[in-house]
């Protein structure tokens, strides 16, 4: 697929005709070949309030890391006033083909911060309270 895409006018909701769901095997392992990029929701949810003056990142795991494994690339932060699934951004920089269990491979860790002071205002944003890998899709 040759597509591209002007990063100026992007609203990642209405990428959805380019997105594929990835199913488990008959083991239930998810294969995250090597040089590929995947998109996969959490199986918790978050909700940091918007008074806690708490904010969070999510971080992968350096023995992961270890085999090529990158994960939640290049926007870790989740804000106060975040409610919902997180969705990683995953990409397999390594040689191997690797293989997640959903609900058993721990391949991310969330670190609470806190924060000098209260956000002012919502937190607007297609992710909040997100539904899917591409946050809410456009009504």
């Known amino acids: 697929m040759d597509i591209t895409i002007n990063l100026s006018d992007v609203r990642i909701p209405e990428y959805g005709e380019y997105v594929e769901d ?8 998810v294969a995250v070949p090597k040089d590929t990029f995947l998109l996969a929701k959490t199986l ?26 990158a994960v939640h690339i290049t ?13 990683l951004e995953i990409k397999n920089l390594g040689p191997f083909t690797l293989k997640l269990e959903p609900g058993k491979t721990p391949i ?32």
Not at 22 to 29: E, F, K, M, R, T
Not at 44 to 69: C, D, H, N, Q, Y
Not at 120 to 133: A, I, R, S
């Open 108 to 139: 991310c860790q969330m670190i609470f911060e806190k924060v000098s002071s209260q956000p002012e205002g919502p937190l607007l944003t297609d992710f909040q309270k997100q539904t899917g890998v591409l946050g809410k899709r456009p009504k």
């Open 44 to 69: 918790e949810t978050v909700r940091i309030p918007l008074t806690s003056k708490l904010a969070a990142r999510v971080e992968g795991r350096s023995s992961f890391a270890r085999l090529g494994l």
């Open 22 to 29: 990835v199913p488990a095997d008959q083991d239930g392992l």
């Open 75 to 87: 926007a870790p932060t989740v804000h106060a006033g975040f409610e919902g699934p997180i969705v």
